[in-house]
Nanobody, 115 residues
Framework: QVQVVESGGGLVQAGGSLRLSCAAS????????MLWYRQAPGKQREWVAT???????TYADSVKGRFTISRDNAKNTVNLQMNSLKYEDTAVYYC?????????WGKGTLVTVSS
């Protein structure tokens, strides 16, 4: 069993910052990637950022330059530093862990940006 738990969501004013964390635990042999997605009200879930094993990162154009993904390998944790937040960043943010040829999702953490 693998558990994925997100934390750090909350209410912030436009222009502010939040830091999300995602912790993976359980029977994990090897994590290949850790990803962030988000789903705004009434919209489909969209990919936000990826941290690959070894360190390469990729970002959606909508967050590039504002969000930074980082990983603590020792703790199987990935963080998402979100700066210059916009109203349209309001969403439930989900973490996905790709490990041992399986995808594991967390239950999400809500980020609300007030305009």
């Amino acid at each position: 069993q693998v558990q994925v738990v997100e934390s750090g969501g909350g209410l912030v004013q436009a222009g502010g910052s939040l830091r999300l964390s995602c912790a993976a635990s359980g029977s994990i042999f090897s994590i290949n990637a850790m990803l962030w997605y988000r789903q705004a009200p009434g919209k489909q879930r969209e990919w936000v950022a990826t941290m690959y094993r070894g360190g390469p990162t990729t970002y959606a154009d909508s967050v590039k330059g504002r969000f930074t993904i980082s990983r603590d390998n020792a703790k199987n944790t990935v963080n998402l530093q979100m700066n210059s937040l916009k109203y349209e960043d309001t969403a439930v943010y989900y973490c996905k862990v790709v490990a041992d040829a399986m995808d594991y999702w967390g239950k999400g953490t809500l980020v609300t940006v007030s305009s």
